[in-house]
Structure formats: structure tokens, C-alpha cells
């Protein structure tokens, strides 16, 4: 298994409030992801990274930031959580990205819950 | 824009054999995966086609029409085990994944 750990798990969290996501990954892979997933939707993307301090906006980024001041960790920041954040937010890695094939691999999670 | 078609749920019986159909329109190609998800879990990467024609990897068989924008994954021996979503994603002209909604594959005894 990829050695990706998102934290936390789960969190509950009120309305207007800041929220980050944690992703740290030990396989020195250059490329990070951060997806959220909801029901009826495909995966989609919110931001990603292709190296230290290198980062692009997805197809879904108002509303959240990003940071990746090391090769490992990757934050996912909800700068003031709204309900409509409410969803299961997926970390990603690749060595290369998607080019020749390359597979990304996935974290376990992380349930959020706005309220 | 671009898009993604997946059936949303089909069942089939343990032991026989189910065809989960993708169909894309997107901005370019270059390369289809398939991913499965238990409930709850990350997915997990199953199967990559960039050339037309059918890949085989044990029990689960990827095919690819570039021309037709249309993939299936073909699972035979159906287990109990099985039991999950199935996620169709295309690499488009940038190298961006765009992902399906998902098939939900529901087996029974």
C-alpha cells in the first residue's frame, strides 16, 4: 500500500469555521492531490500539487486553499467552512502525475462534516 | 464540456459474469482507468487502457474503443467480494483525470 496518512479521519465542524486537512505521504512522490467526493459526483479535483510550493487550482477550488512547504505534507484549508463542504475529501499521489499511465493513489479519507 | 457516463448501479449473481460500461466525451485522450471502491474506502487502481483492444489481468478484463469513446470492465467469477463501486476516469489533453460518478456493483448469493 501507498504510505499516505490523512488526518484527521473525521471531524464535525460549525459553519464559518477555518478547517485543514492534513496529507503526508512517505513515498517522496512529486505529485499531490486533493479531491473531495460526493454522491451522484465523480471524483473531483480541488487542488493539487507538482512540488514544493508548486501548486494549481482544480476544477472545484473556491472556497479552499493549499499548501505544500515540504515534499510529504500537503494542506487542505477550508478558510470558512459552508455545508455545502460538507463531503469526503480523498489525498492522491503520483511519482509523474497521470502521463504513460501512471496510477495515483488514494488516502483513506477524511469525513467532514459541517454543520 | 466534458463528461463521463457510467451506469449508476447494476446487481449480479455470485459466480457469473458482469460488463460495466463507460462511455467519454473529453478534450482529448490519453489513457482510461478503472478504480474500485469498497464502502468506506479509498479507491483503488484495477486497470489502464491507452490502445484500443482488451487487457486481461485475472479475473477482471479492461476493453477500450478510442473511436467509439467507450471502455467496459468485464468481471467474471463473480465473488461476494466484488460487491463495490467502480469508478471509469479519462487522462484528457492536459493529463487531468476526469473521473466518472461511479458504477455501484451489487452481488448476490
Known amino acids: 500500500d501507498a504510505g499516505i496518512t490523512q488526518s484527521p479521519r473525521h471531524k464535525v465542524t460549525e459553519t464559518g469555521t477555518p478547517v485543514t486537512l492534513r496529507c503526508h505521504q512517505t513515498?517522496?512522490?512529486?505529485?499531490m492531490y486533493w479531491y473531495r467526493q460526493d454522491p451522484g459526483h465523480g471524483l473531483r479535483l480541488i487542488h493539487y500539487?507538482?512540488?514544493?510550493?508548486?501548486?494549481d487550482k482544480g476544477e472545484v477550488s473556491d472556497g479552499y486553499s493549499v499548501s505544500r512547504s515540504k515534499t510529504e505534507d500537503f494542506l487542505l484549508t477550508l478558510e470558512s467552512a459552508t455545508s455545502s463542504q460538507t463531503s469526503v475529501y480523498f489525498c492522491?499521489?503520483?511519482?509523474?502525475?497521470?502521463?504513460?499511465?501512471?496510477?495515483?493513489?488514494f488516502g483513506e479519507g477524511s469525513w467532514l462534516t459541517v454543520v | 464540456g466534458q463528461n463521463i457516463d457510467q451506469p449508476t448501479e447494476m446487481t449480479a449473481t455470485e459466480g457469473a459474469i458482469v460488463q460495466i460500461n463507460c462511455t467519454y466525451q473529453?478534450?482529448?485522450?490519453?489513457?482510461l482507468f478503472w478504480y474500485q471502491q469498497h464502502a468506506g474506502e479509498a479507491p483503488t487502481f484495477l486497470s489502464y487502457?491507452?490502445l484500443d483492444g482488451l487487457e486481461e489481468k485475472g479475473r477482471f478484463s479492461s476493453f477500450l474503443s478510442r473511436s467509439k469513446g467507450y471502455s467496459y470492465l468485464l468481471l467474471k467469477e463473480l465473488q461476494m467480494k466484488d460487491s463495490a463501486s467502480y469508478l471509469c476516469?479519462?487522462?484528457?489533453?492536459?493529463?487531468?483525470?476526469?473521473w466518472g460518478a461511479g458504477t455501484k456493483l451489487i452481488i448476490k448469493p
Open positions: 492522491a499521489i503520483s511519482p509523474t502525475g497521470t502521463e504513460g499511465g501512471n496510477t495515483i493513489y
Open positions: 513515498e517522496n512522490h512529486r505529485y
Open positions: 500539487s507538482y512540488g514544493v510550493k508548486d501548486t
Open positions: 473529453t478534450s482529448g485522450f490519453n489513457g
Open positions: 487502457n491507452v
Open positions: 476516469a479519462v487522462t484528457d489533453s492536459n493529463y487531468q483525470l476526469i
